[in-house]
């Protein structure tokens, strides 16, 4: 079983940078892909940024592309989510999530079984 818990959310001001982090716990070794999605009031999750776990190959919604970083750390069993020249239409709650099969697309929030919490960015103008 593999757990995940992010953290690192707040609120702060347009053009402001943020760091998401996600702790993987259990089962590591079965995690194929992980990502990040979001969601913001009254709206569908969405796609942000995904990581392949092994390879470390990265692949970003084009909303994020420039702006936000995904990483991840296999000695520390934790991704991330660096965000900078954050705008107001960034707020959302955000979730990483993990998948443990090799078929499916990683933009597609169905195709993961693996979800954390979630934790709140809030970006004022």
């Known amino acids: 079983q593999v757990q995940l818990v992010e953290s690192g959310g707040r609120s702060v001001q347009t053009g402001a940078s943020l760091k998401l982090s996600c702790a993987v716990s259990g089962r590591t070794f079965s995690i194929y892909v992980m990502g990040w999605f979001r969601q913001a009031p009254g709206k569908d999750r969405e796609f942000v940024a995904a990581t392949w776990w092994n390879s470390g190959s990265t692949f970003y919604d084009d909303s994020v592309k420039g702006r936000f970083t995904i990483s991840r750390d296999k000695v520390k069993n934790t991704l991330y989510l660096q965000m900078n020249g954050l705008k107001p239409e960034d707020t959302a709650t955000y979730y990483c999530?993990?998948?443990?099969?090799?078929?499916?697309?990683?933009?597609?929030?169905?195709?993961?079984?693996?979800w954390g919490q979630g934790t709140q960015v809030t970006v004022s103008s």
């Open positions: 999530a993990g998948r443990s099969g090799v078929s499916g697309d990683y933009r597609d929030s169905n195709d993961y079984d693996l």
